[in-house]
């Protein structure tokens, strides 16, 4: 238990869904991150926010929204995905942004159809 | 950028000591180095972080010579639960986002 929970913990959607995932940090930190993390990929940075502001956007397709409402609540939503975008979607959070001490969930696997 | 450098896998037997090697030859003043495990379908999970010579905790101790240009990750004792993808960070938390990459880290794999 990291003090970082993510729902759902799994997802399966079709290309013209919408869906949204959740992210909660019980531990008081700034900064949130999404990750991306495909079948033998590196992890790969999608967002960070730092004190509610996003402070980071790698290239990532609009089709993937993030909200952070608060510092404890993370949401990525999703929309009109394509069946490459199934993965495991990471979420963790950190002190402050960026740091490399950072505390991850448990993932939600995503199978796109 | 600091490029880490890794090996792709290792094997070891339960009880003994494992040393997992980062080769960081461009790191920076004020770069931190910072070691993870994963296990499969998991998040990452932090392990330890150091700047200079040696760091221990309840989990490992980690390993850095003067230079700075390699870290060795070391694990006492290993059980078949540590089966895992252990990664090395190498960067500034002041730094950008963008340097915050795991790369392919290393897959250790303990046998009976």
């Known amino acids: 238990e990291t003090g970082v929970t993510q729902t759902p913990r799994h997802l399966v959607m079709g290309m013209t869904n919408k869906k949204s995932l959740k992210c909660e940090q019980h531990?008081?930190?700034?900064?949130m991150y999404w990750y991306k993390q495909s079948a033998k990929k590196p992890l790969e940075l999608m967002f960070v926010?730092?004190?509610?502001?996003?402070?980071e956007n790698n290239s990532v397709p609009s089709r993937f929204s993030p909200e952070c409402p608060n510092s404890s609540h993370l949401f990525l939503h999703l929309h009109t995905l394509q069946p490459e975008d199934s993965a495991l979607y990471l979420c963790?959070?950190?002190?402050?942004?960026?740091?490399?001490?950072?505390?991850f969930g448990p993932g939600t696997r995503l199978t796109v159809t | 950028l600091a490029k880490t450098t890794q090996p792709i896998s290792m094997d070891s037997y339960e009880g003994q000591e494992v040393n997992i090697t980062c080769s960081h030859n461009n790191i920076a003043t004020n770069d931190y180095i910072t070691w993870y495990q994963q296990f499969p379908s998991q998040g990452p999970r932090f392990i330890i972080q150091g700047y200079k010579t040696k760091v221990t905790n309840e989990v490992a101790s980690l390993f850095i010579p003067a230079d700075r240009k390699s870290s060795t990750l070391s694990l006492p004792r290993v059980s078949l639960s540590d089966t895992a993808v252990y990664y090395c960070?190498?960067?500034?938390?002041?730094?950008?986002?963008?340097?915050?990459?795991f790369g392919s880290g290393t897959q250790l794999t303990v046998l009976p």
């Open positions: 926010y730092s004190l509610e502001e996003r402070v």
């Open positions: 960070l190498v960067g500034d938390s002041y730094g950008s986002a963008r340097q915050l990459t």
């Open positions: 963790a959070s950190s002190q402050v942004a960026v740091s490399y001490e950072q505390y």
């Open positions: 531990l008081g930190h700034n900064a």
